[in-house]
């Protein structure tokens, strides 16, 4: 046994406590706050003692056992960090080691001070055998906490000859069945020293660990139970417990522990969790969110915190928060684990159906409810138009369709996804639930549609004699009469359906509808000006109006009807689109976006909303709100073919090839689709990429090659591979079924690839002849103009000059004829429009200076190109003009430098710098 040697004081301790301080005079005031410490400490208050400890401590700061007594009070407060730094200062001033290291050695357990306890002397002179055998046990528990086994183990064979029968020498040989990972021995040990020392700490936290390490959670609790009882201020058992009780399902015996603790610090990260998960296991969800989320805010970011949060917002139907906590843990879950069920159908609800394919492709269906949860999906997906994905959702709901509800929503899927299976297991849907009228409906539907007139007579037959008071089979009967042109049949189901429902709207409209087929329209007029006598807001009703005053020409009227009724009815979105839809009809764009502009934009949005405005904006020449409204459009339904073919057609138009290449293959990795598979071919042969193009042309039938449109794009191909003369055919073939501008030049470049630029020019002139307000052909047509005939070049720019007053490429080629005709006063004043709208540009500069140095404004000239700078000045043509003006200037050292900084290339250039040379 180790040994200190400790320093002994006989005095009273009044004068060592003088002494101690360095006084030569000992004041009352310091013996006054002692005494009353003392007083406080006797009368259990602990806080009041503390206070006259300090205070005491003022007067002799050096003081050994005023620092002894304010750690031992410490202690009482269970405030051990501070407990362990006075004792630790009562040492340093040299108060008796065996009275300090017993309560010492408690500060460092509680603190988790390892390492300074594993340091500790146990055997101080003075200290009892008990008193080292506690101190000892703390010793050993630092040391086998540290790893030290070699050290822990001599420390055992040293202290189990104390001469005591303290529990804690029973505690410490205990230790050899821990270090020898022997569980079961020292559990017995342990349980039998619970029996002689139930209320002690140290056993009974000992016993607690190792039902623990055994897995007997039950008794663990049982144990921390009683400790807490016993020790009520050690916060750190009473969390054990609380995560115990939880952790065993005992959420009502935990909620008083925890409710405690969090009356004195409501943000702990730990209780919130806690009180989150007893909350939502009551079914309270409510508050279980909210204290699980505050728990998440405070930085309690386990899985267990997310998951059980995502299940409350689920059960609440806060789908949104329940696919944030949800998404958080779903990579850590297994397969097939119910929270991917619920994060799957929350996602669904928020439309995200991408992400819940990708969660519902973890789910392998193993319960009934997944068929519902499939099919979701499949129709989600459908709407957005990822095809392929809503076919893997058919795949899995077909596995576990069987019940009537199941089989229906499965063959409606099928059906909307073009597969006739869909149809099978309507039928079978509608055999297992004959009372079920949507389904009947439905199968009946599907009948007409595929034109099965027998099965649809026969269905709507069985119908009718299950149920007699049904208006709706003789409505179907009725239209399948008249189809197969059995009117006086269609007349008498029709009449049938009537007395069964007189006042129905829809056997009304469907006796409208068939006076359409049959082409009486004054016999349906009448019959939906009497339901909208009644139903004015009837949008079907109102809809077949239009279309029948259409058909008359006579629609302005129905027009402002509607105007009138959306006037009082705002908020009725059906009837603002319905108005949208005949503005647009009437190619009164700007009413169109007006009508639309109150309609929100979200995942509810109507879909003929997003149709409707799209195209209007197109048609309205709004390019950018265009581009905005599209990229809305596809954020909510990524694979649409509408709304990806109008950002295709705005790609085109706004030259962003790489961009509409893009969104095709993003669309065609969801969906086949030929006309996209089309448009692709297109943007790959404007971004240059000739056999992927040619890859997908090639493969085509004849009679869709022979489309002007894929013909055109042959002839951008044949220009890439230098086929010029192939190419005029294919890009006449374009071009005369759409002669917009693009396939114009399209014409040209073929003309002038194949060397005939006669017919090119002709070409151009009888088009512009055909279309006099092209004014991108004219500026094609101006362009060459200048080359043969520089007078009409001049007028042609001068028309196009008043349509486009600011287009840079005008004003300079007309500034550049005006200057070769010396109407120097024009050119001066049309070249500086095109300086100032780029400063920068070569060739506008330059026209500007050219025209400065005819009318003897050298320098100003000079001016100009020095700003530019010469590494600006790229073609050699422009480059040689300032050099020539540098030496006309006197400026020829520095045109001399500039001449030999540059090579030049061409035969042309290189004869004018020779002869510019000769110059200097």
Known sequence: MKIRTVRKSLLPLSLVLCISAGLTGCGQSMEEHLSAARQYIDAKDTDAAIIEYKNAIKAAPQAPALRFELGRAYLLKHNYDAAEKELNRALELGHPAAEVIPLLSQAYQQTGADNALAQLDYGEEGMSDDQTAEVGFYKLQALTQLGEEKEAQALIDELE???????????????????????????????????QAPTNKDVMLQLARLYLADKQKQEAVGIYQNYVKNYPNDLTSKFALISLLVETGSTAEAEPFVDELLK??????????????????KGDYENGLKYLEKAIRNGQNAPVVRMVAGFSAYQMQDYKAASQHLSMVASSLPDNHPGLRMLADSLLRLGQSEDATEVLNRVDGELQADAALFSKAGFQLLKEGNVADARKMVDKSSELSNTAADLARLGVLQLSLNDIDGLVNLEAAAAKAPESV????????????????????????????????????????????????????AEAEMSRAESLAPDSSEVKIAKAKLAVIDKDLEAA??????????????????TMQYGIAKEKGETSAVAKQIEKLLARSPGNEDLRLLLSRIYFTNEDFPKVLETLKPIKEDAQTPMPYWSIKGQALIRDNQAQAANVHFDKWLAQYPQDKTATLGKMLLNDAQGNYDDGLALANRFLQMRSDSQVQILKAYFLAMTREVEKSRAIIEPLPEKVKALPFVRGISARLSLLEGKGKAAIPDAMAAYQKTPNPQNTILVVASYESAGKNDQSYAFLQEHVRKYPNDTQTMMLLAERMIRQDKGGAAKLYEK????????????????????????????????????????????????LAQVMIKQGEKEKALDLYTKLGAEELRTDEVYLNYVELLIETGKRELAKRRLASRKFEREVSKERAKMLQNKL
């Open 161 to 195: 000859n104390l001469n005591t029968d303290s529990v804690y020498k029973d505690l410490i040989l205990s230790y050899r069945s821990l270090l020898a990972k022997d569980i079961a021995s020292a559990l017995a040990q342990t349980q039998a020293l619970y029996e």
């Open 264 to 281: 004195r610090n409501a943000e702990h990260p730990l209780l919130n969790q806690y009180k989150g998960i007893i909350a939502s296991s």
């Open 438 to 489: 949507a389904t009947q409906q439905t199968l009946l539907a599907a009948y007409v549609s595929t034109n099965q007139v027998e099965k649809a007579r026969e269905l709507a037959t069985q119908w009718q004699e299950t149920r007699p008071r049904d208006p709706m089979p003789h409505v179907y009967l009725a239209e399948l009469a008249l189809k197969s042109g059995d009117k006086a049949t």
């Open 525 to 542: 007029a009448a019959i939906l000006t009497a339901i909208l006598k009644a139903e004015p807001v009837n949008i079907q009703a109102l």
């Open 800 to 847: 196009i000059l008043k349509v486009m007053p600011d287009n840079f490429v005008v004003l300079n080629n007309l500034a550049y004829l005006y200057l070769e005709e010396g109407e120097l006063d024009k050119a001066r004043q049309l070249a500086k429009r095109a300086v100032d709208q780029k400063p920068k540009n070569a060739d506008a500069v330059d026209t």
